[in-house]
């Protein structure tokens, strides 16, 4: 529970960062309506002895104004150092389908079906590989910029959470049920 208030209350600190002013917070949203949309997000951390880097272009395509549909590639890389039992790497690679629809003003509610396979080795010995799904829902604001590129801020809960920690720890690159995404789309 105190994991859960630290991480709303680090949202609605980004959120309130996010607006130049109050006046503007929720600026008219450009029509972008058959229009193809190229970007995606890049990440990475250092969490103690846990190092995780993450690749995901995307491409979508505005069906309407308020919907657009479209596929992520995703490429997530994750090492474990342990100096006594041994370093575990791990390489993620798939693919994420997804649709989002604005609801009002630049927020927008996402689904997303991401379909990865995993190769995991420990202490460059022994290797593991398999396949795993993640879905995806949540919701988030995009910040429009110059003719139609925006700034996307998005908070998602992985629906698989519970199926996949029954399994070993390394069968996904996720370590909490909730995933934060910054991105940019042209």
Not at 22 to 31: R, T
Not at 35 to 64: D, E, T
Not at 154 to 173: E, F
């Amino acid at each position: 529970m105190k994991r859960l208030a630290i991480i709303a209350s680090l949202c609605l600190m980004l959120f309130g960062f996010v607006g130049k002013a109050s006046a503007q917070f929720l600026p008219d949203v450009p029509d972008m309506k058959g229009k193809w949309i190229y970007g995606g997000n890049i990440g990475g951390g250092m969490y103690g002895n846990h190092l995780s880097l993450s690749l995901a272009p995307q491409v979508g395509y505005r069906i309407f104004s308020p919907w657009e549909v479209g596929l992520r590639g995703v490429y997530d890389f994750s090492c474990y150092f342990d100096r006594y039992s041994g370093n575990i790497y791990a390489h993620y690679f798939g693919v994420a389908p997804y649709t989002n629809f604005q609801v009002y003003k630049g927020l927008f509610l996402h689904v997303e079906d991401e379909v990865m396979y995993g190769l995991s080795r420990w202490n460059h010995q022994t290797s593991r590989s398999q396949w795993f799904n993640t879905v995806f829902v949540g919701g988030g604001y995009r910040q429009y910029s110059y003719s139609g590129s925006y700034i996307y801020y998005m908070l998602l809960y992985n629906l698989s959470w519970g199926v996949i920690q029954s399994q070993n720890a390394w069968d996904t690159p996720y370590s909490s049920p909730i995933e934060i995404r910054i991105g940019f789309c042209f």
